[in-house]
């Protein structure tokens, strides 16, 4: 284990380069399941969670190769069905293996994930998609078994769930319908820019989908896909973390590079509201911290609202913002470990009922504080390089779960961050 101890004070300057999208990489990944060609993905980060997504293909039976970014994959002959519980748990994004699985062999068998630090996270709505095309769903010993003797077939699906659209779901529900039997109408699909990039990479496979980016897909079944090279889109949550650090601790100004702006409208947006000069040009936007800071209130939504996963960093810019910011989160309500973290380091932070209160205080102080899952260890390192003194934050494997090299990245804007055993 390693921790992170950061010495606060620094001012951030000059440009970084944004990776690859972890959350687009692992379903991409996964439906490399779908063929027996060879698959090319570009710009996979290189985060614990792509690997242990590449762990649980070889265990299927895939070849993989990674260089520099670039994962080949070839699923000439799948040897397993099963993804196991010691490596389902480990990431829950292993779940999209089961729509893949269902399509090639018409069965799976896939532990469930159980919940995590951020909340319950049921699979209910991918379930009831994959039953919907006609599977065979029993759930034994905490692993769900899927079978479809005869093939699936194509069906009018409604994925909505009590907190809205589930992007996983949507795209398992995808994956499995792009070999059906006839045509699935997906309603309440997720809009997400990652669904629209898996949805992408399948087209380009030789899948028949339309109405990606939309509530309603139309999914034409083929009896097979061939082998595709793909760029996976920009990481536009960790292009809005290294935002918030610019509208925190930046010098004057910095600059995130290799960004889609489109996808990160709802969070400029949030941080011009706050007083930041955003300059968008190209595949770069250009932050200039606040002169004269205010707070915000902001609901998270999903695309294109404000993404739940940039909620832990909004609280640790508001924590030393002037006056009183809301944070509500609507998809996750009990994703607020950070909040009593960063009261620790003297934030002043109230959290019920899935909103947090925060009061801006004049100076955050380092104190030894504890990683807890990745977007609120993302949130720490923000903090933490506001505060006065040094901090702690042990387990800073959850940050590297899904930031690639962040401590470097933000050592080249100017941060003093020292990586060391734990
Ligand atoms: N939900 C259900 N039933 C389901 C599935 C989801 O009730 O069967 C609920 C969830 O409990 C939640 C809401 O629906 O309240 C949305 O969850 P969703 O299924 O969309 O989440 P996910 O697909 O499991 C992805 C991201 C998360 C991100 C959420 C929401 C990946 C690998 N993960 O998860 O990313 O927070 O969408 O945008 O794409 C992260 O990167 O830190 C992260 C947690």
Request: hydrophobic share 40%.
């Amino acid at each position: 284990m390693e921790k992170f101890i950061v010495h606060g004070g620094s001012q951030l300057e000059g440009t970084v380069n944004i990776s690859g999208s972890k959350n687009a990489s692992l379903p991409i990944l996964a439906a490399t399941l779908l063929t027996r060609e060879q698959c090319i993905i570009r710009r996979v980060p290189d985060v614990s969670d792509t690997n242990y997504m590449l762990q649980i293909l070889q265990n299927l039976g895939a070849e993989v190769e990674r260089s520099s970014g670039n994962v080949t994959i070839k699923c000439e002959k799948l040897r397993s069905h099963e993804a196991p519980y010691e490596l389902v748990r480990k990431m829950r994004a292993s779940v999209c293996v089961m729509g893949p699985l269902l399509a090639r062999q018409n069965r799976a068998n896939v532990s469930l994930p159980g919940g995590c630090v951020i909340g319950d996270r049921p699979i209910d709505l991918h379930l009831r998609g994959l039953k919907g095309l006609g599977a065979e769903v029993t759930v034994d010993g905490g692993n769900v078994h899927l079978e479809a003797r005869y093939g699936l077939n194509g069906q009018e699906i409604d994925m909505l769930g009590k907190h809205g659209a589930t992007v996983l779901g949507t795209d398992n529900v995808m994956m499995a319908a792009v070999l059906a039997k006839g045509t699935t109408v997906i309603t309440g699909a997720a809009c997400e820019p990652e669904v629209v990039d898996l949805a992408n990479f399948l087209n380009s496979m030789g899948a028949k989908i339309s109405g990606a980016g939309t509530p309603r897909l139309e999914i034409e079944g083929v009896k097979e896909l061939g082998g595709v090279d793909h760029t996976v889109i920009p990481d536009r949550i960790e292009a809005g973390t290294f935002l918030v650090a610019g509208a925190m601790a930046a010098k004057e100004s910095i600059t995130v590079r290799r960004v889609n702006h489109e996808h990160l409208e709802a969070v400029t947006d949030v941080l011009s509201a706050c007083g930041c000069k955003i300059e968008p040009s190209g595949d770069t936007i250009k932050i200039y911290r606040a002169k004269n800071p205010v707070g915000a209130n902001i609901i998270t939504d999903p695309y294109p609202g404000f993404p739940t996963d940039m909620q832990a960093q909004m609280c640790a810019l508001f924590a030393t913002t002037p006056g009183h910011s809301v944070v509500k989160d609507t998809i996750f309500p009990q994703r607020f470990m950070h909040a009593s973290e960063m009261k620790r380091m003297g934030a002043n932070i109230d959290v019920d009922d899935g909103t947090a209160q925060i009061q801006g205080v004049e100076q955050l102080s380092g104190a030894p504080v504890m990683a807890s899952d990745l977007r609120a260890s993302a949130a720490l390192v923000l903090a933490a390089m506001k505060a006065k003194g040094s901090t702690e934050i042990s387990r800073v494997y959850h940050i590297d779960r899904g930031y690639e090299h962040i401590d470097d990245k933000l050592i080249d804007l100017g941060a003093n961050i020292e990586r060391l055993p734990a």
